[in-house]
């Protein structure tokens, strides 16, 4: 992506994957004067959204959706198509002035949903580099999502066949915790979800629970 956007638009463009680097320091050493928080799960310090414009993206149509794991909180609500928002970064969380919005669809595993959204905000963080666009606040309900636990993936308690093709492929991305049944002594996680007929499909992961002292 860095590579991309520097080619497309002249500009300088550094990655920093490491929180240890989102400081004052380090920042005016390399010279920074805009901030794109594309995958960020951490707290962004007022140091330094007040001392640089710090664009954030968010897999919601904001203000609808502000808050945790928007993809998940999305498709649990049978939601098949949304915008990512580039807002500005502020004080109160997801509630920024919107620079610009772009759909996307919210089909197949939450792998694929990323892969899709990735080359949409490389497009996004070209425009706004290039068009330099003035954010707009936000209007519409304010609709707040919390930010889910991982024994939120659990398959035991759905009631249809959607809603667990919808656990598993919300859940099915790197670094994520899987949907999973428990029993006693076994964990079962499930990836790889197709809906047939009357039936899903998936892999299976089974495990045993470590033994308790």
């Given at each position: 992506?860095?590579?991309?956007?520097?080619?497309?638009?002249?500009?300088?463009?550094?990655?920093?994957?490491?929180?240890?680097?989102?400081?004052?320091?380090?920042?005016?050493?390399?010279?920074?004067?805009?901030?794109?928080?594309?995958?960020?799960?951490?707290?962004?310090?007022?140091?330094?959204?007040?001392?640089?414009?710090?664009?954030?993206?968010?897999m919601?149509?904001?203000?609808?959706?502000?808050?945790?794991?928007?993809?998940?909180?999305?498709?649990?609500?049978?939601?098949?198509?949304?915008?990512?928002?580039?807002?500005?970064?502020i004080?109160?969380?997801?509630?920024?002035?919107?620079?610009?919005?772009?759909?996307?669809?919210?089909?197949?595993t939450?792998?694929?949903?990323?892969?899709?959204?990735?080359?949409?905000?490389?497009?996004?963080?070209?425009?706004?580099?290039?068009?330099?666009?003035?954010?707009?606040?936000?209007?519409g309900?304010?609709?707040?999502?919390?930010?889910?636990?991982?024994?939120?993936?659990?398959?035991?308690?759905?009631?249809?066949?959607?809603?667990?093709?919808?656990?598993?492929?919300?859940?099915?991305?790197?670094?994520?915790?899987?949907?999973?049944?428990?029993?006693?002594?076994?964990?079962?996680?499930?990836?790889?979800?197709?809906?047939?007929?009357?039936?899903?499909?998936?892999?299976?992961?089974?495990?045993?629970?470590?033994?308790?002292?």
């Amino acid at each position: 992506m860095v590579d991309n956007i520097s080619h497309q638009t002249g500009a300088q463009v550094l990655f920093i994957d490491d929180k240890k680097n989102l400081s004052r320091v380090h920042l005016d050493a390399i010279g920074a004067t805009t901030i794109f928080f594309p995958h960020w799960s951490y707290i962004i310090p007022n140091e330094i959204y007040e001392n640089y414009e710090c664009v954030i993206f968010h897999m919601t149509d904001l203000p609808y959706g502000r808050g945790g794991s928007p993809l998940q909180n999305l498709i649990v609500r049978g939601i098949r198509e949304t915008k990512i928002s580039a807002l500005r970064c502020i004080e109160e969380v997801d509630a920024g002035p919107i620079f610009m919005k772009r759909p996307l669809s919210l089909q197949g595993t939450a792998q694929d949903i990323y892969f899709r959204a990735n080359a949409i905000i490389e497009d996004m963080i070209v425009s706004i580099i290039e068009n330099k666009p003035d954010p707009l606040g936000q209007t519409g309900e304010v609709v707040l999502f919390k930010r889910r636990k991982e024994s939120d993936g659990s398959l035991s308690q759905l009631k249809t066949l959607e809603q667990v093709y919808d656990h598993i492929r919300m859940l099915d991305a790197e670094g994520y915790p899987n949907a999973f049944i428990e029993t006693d002594k076994l964990n079962f996680k499930f990836k790889n979800a197709s809906v047939k007929s009357d039936y899903i499909i998936a892999d299976v992961i089974i495990m045993r629970k470590p033994d308790e002292e």
